[in-house]
């Protein structure tokens, strides 16, 4: 389907969800489910969390869907709760900074040598810690710009902060995240 079929399509299911057709909003989960997933697996400590955050969006998009103003994509709106849903929970679990699994996250091995299977893990394991290290806010504009490859307009749309700000953020969250990693390298 291209993007304006899809609209429509979304917006008959929104529709009908809203005149009481329970199916038609299990269409619009079964439809983006898998959107939701990969960007809240980004911020999910385990596989129980990343459950909790998911059933948490579509919750929150079937109580105010009602508020959907059909002015962007429903697939925008759906984004910007699952990343509000998903800074709640960072901020939740601030003070419990357990190992955070980044199971997306690839790392591309030319040489599959056992020595360079090693190396990327531990890059990968220096990562998700170092990511575990950094506030709720620095973590989530590192992991939407620079894992979600999000744009700074996309960043500022889904967060509702101006662009300056979040150039503001990013720069502070990558000397955080560079301090962090060199610290832990001198150890």
Known sequence: MDGEK????????????????????AHLV??????????SARFARDGDELEDICQEVFIKAYENLEGFRNDAPFENWLTRITVR?????????RRARNHTPLHDL????????????????????????????LRPDERLIITL?????????EVSALTSWSEGNVK????????????????????
């Open 6 to 25: 899809i609209e429509t399509a979304d917006e008959s299911l929104i529709l009908a969800t809203l005149r009481g057709d329970d199916d038609a909003f």
């Open 30 to 39: 079964a439809r983006y489910k898998r959107r939701v997933f990969s960007l």
């Open 85 to 93: 849903t998903c800074y709640d929970t960072l901020r939740r679990n």
């Open 106 to 133: 690839t790392f591309e091995v030319r040489d599959y040598s056992v020595e360079s299977r090693q190396e990327a893990w531990h890059a990968h394991e220096l990562l998700t810690w170092a990511l575990a290290k």
């Open 145 to 153: 710009l620079e894992l979600e490859e999000k744009t700074v307009r």
């Open 168 to 187: 503001v953020r990013a720069h502070r969250a990558r000397k955080e995240l560079k301090r962090i990693l060199e610290e832990s390298h001198e150890r």
